[in-house]
């Protein structure tokens, strides 16, 4: 149907050019060579874009698809507007443009013209083949109709220009129009789609509907719903505004009735309404779209680090930062005990948690182990190492007892995204200082076995909460991406057409308004100055 629809219409353009060629006794070599040349280069952008597009890596060729189709889409609506307007003066527009090549006594001026006006049709076709391929299931099977169209679309035109054969323009291309504008539409949704696959558009990606039922797989429901129509078997939301939208407005466009269209005034009036609806729309979408926030409680469960069984053993809260005091950790222990950890700017860095942005803070601080012995031996040092001689003590040299001091440190890291604690958990390192029995300076030692880590040292934030902090946090770019589109691009998007609207009815109503006034100005009678009606 794209190839008969679009083929017929660059064959009639060169069966007018011909007769009225024929008619004046000219010869056609000059307009075959403009035909011909428009045919090799058509064919050539056509080539030249898919080998383009393959080359492109694979997020490249999805976003080229999505220009490719989104100007399919352009130069298919333009052109099923302006034949459904013009069908009946194709042939006066035509003739008057080879009257005016042969006028210039040019055979280069005539070739001009037949090129261009080939040209125009063979590189819109061109683009919205490439384009229905690339979502065809079969692209073979999709050239192959293409041919058998183009090759009907010339036995045609061959038949009209010889008479033999006789066709009610108008009522074809409206009909195949009708036909055009279901495919542009489905071209809509796949450029939607190649655009999310491309990563330039990550709103309304929910699925709509199923529609498996009606398009299974291999099945002629598929071959015209699917391949031909463009319609997938799970559309998205974006998808099916877009097809709607797109359907709805252009069928109206073309095909509303002249008699039913409204009046200069009317029509100035109308838009004045649309404008103000655009614009209301667009502020309640601003002003009421809700902010995002992540779903996430605001008590984060922690249980003892490395337990096999962990059960709760308190909470952790997150405090966001003022202008007189920084950010605060909480720990509550179920046993009563806690602490508050300070979350300072310039303790703060950046760094991924799960492919998430996120701020991390690493705090530690020392507490000397209570009842600890002041002096070790040797051997004591060695069994707390863990059974070895630390690396840098000689017994000989440095036979002991020494001088000894137990300290645990807690150290306690901390992420946080947009205000979200993702994680936290705290760990102890005991360090054993040692001096005299020939030390020349105090060596520190981290130790295995200091005694049992208290509770407040020795927790990790649950997994099920990691879990959902992530996930939420994931939720929450898509949940502002969607807000940037419904709170901003599209109030924008509409914001600017109720403008143009109101520049439009203010132009149609200035029109009106001068047109009043150089009647008014013809209807008033013209008196001329004499000594008799002077004072």
Not at 27 to 46: C, D, E, F, Y
Not at 134 to 160: D, P
Not at 315 to 342: M, Y
């Amino acid at each position: 149907m794209i190839g008969l629809r679009e083929g017929l219409e660059a064959a009639l353009i060169v069966g007018i050019i011909a007769a009225f060629l024929r008619k004046n006794g000219k010869r056609l070599t000059a307009m075959w060579i403009g035909v011909v040349l428009a045919v090799i280069l058509s064919i050539i952008v056509g080539v030249g874009l898919d080998v383009a597009e393959q080359s492109l890596p694979q997020a490249r060729q999805e976003g080229m698809e999505t220009i490719i189709g989104a100007v399919a889409v352009f130069f298919v609506t333009g052109m099923i507007a302006w034949m459904n307007a013009h069908a009946q003066d194709m042939r006066r527009q035509l003739e008057a443009e080879a009257a005016n090549a042969l006028s210039q006594a040019s055979a280069y001026a005539l070739a001009s013209m037949a090129f261009l006006a080939v040209l125009k049709e063979g590189f819109e076709t061109s683009v919205f083949l490439l384009a229905t391929f690339s979502v065809a299931q079969s692209a073979q099977m999709a050239v192959a109709g293409a041919v058998i169209g183009l090759l009907m679309a010339v036995v045609i035109g061959w038949g009209i220009y010889i008479g033999g054969v006789k066709i009610n323009l108008s009522r074809f291309f409206s009909f195949t129009g009708a036909f055009l504008i279901l495919v542009a539409a489905g071209l809509v949704i796949s450029s939607l789609r190649t655009a999310h696959e491309a990563g330039w558009l990550n709103v309304g990606q929910q699925a709509a509907m199923n529609l498996s039922w009606l398009v299974a797989p291999g099945t002629i429901q598929s071959a015209l719903i699917t391949g031909v129509l463009g319609i997938p078997a799970d559309p998205r939301q974006i998808e099916v505004a877009g097809w709607l939208i797109y359907l709805i407005v252009v069928a109206l466009f073309v095909y509303w009735p002249l008699s039913l269209r409204p009046g200069p005034r009317l029509a100035a009036r109308l838009q004045i309404a649309a404008a103000a609806a655009f614009a209301a729309v667009a502020l309640a979408m601003v002003m009421f779209y809700p902010v995002p926030r992540p779903a996430v409680p605001e008590r984060a469960p922690i249980v003892a680090a490395a337990d096999a069984a962990p059960q709760p053993i308190g909470t952790l809260r997150l405090t966001a930062a003022s202008e007189d005091s920084p950010a605060t950790l909480q720990v509550a222990l179920n046993d009563g005990q806690g602490k508050t950890l300070l979350l300072s700017e310039d303790q703060r860095r950046q760094e991924q948690y799960e492919g998430i942005d996120a701020s991390v803070w690493t705090l530690s601080g020392a507490s000397p182990v209570a009842d600890s012995p002041s002096t070790v031996t040797l051997d004591d040092v060695v069994t707390l190492n863990g059974g070895r001689i630390p690396i840098g003590l000689n017994p000989q040299q440095h036979p002991g007892p020494f001088n000894a001091s137990l300290s645990m440190n807690c150290s306690t890291r901390v992420w946080v995204a947009d205000g979200v604690l993702l994680d936290a958990g705290s760990s102890v390192n005991n360090l054993l200082t040692l001096s005299g029995s020939g030390l020349q300076t105090p060596r520190t030692l981290m130790v295995n076995d200091a005694g049992a880590p208290p509770a407040a040292c020795h927790w990790q934030v649950d997994e099920a909460y990691r879990d959902k902090a992530v996930a939420a946090m994931n939720l929450l770019v898509f949940a502002r991406e969607e807000r940037q589109f419904w709170a901003v691009v599209l109030p924008t998007a509409l914001a600017i057409a109720s403008i143009l609207l109101m520049i439009s009815a203010a132009r149609i109503l200035i029109r009106l308004c001068r047109a009043a006034k150089a009647v008014t100005a013809d209807s008033k009678p013209h008196h001329s100055l004499n000594a008799d009606n002077l004072d």
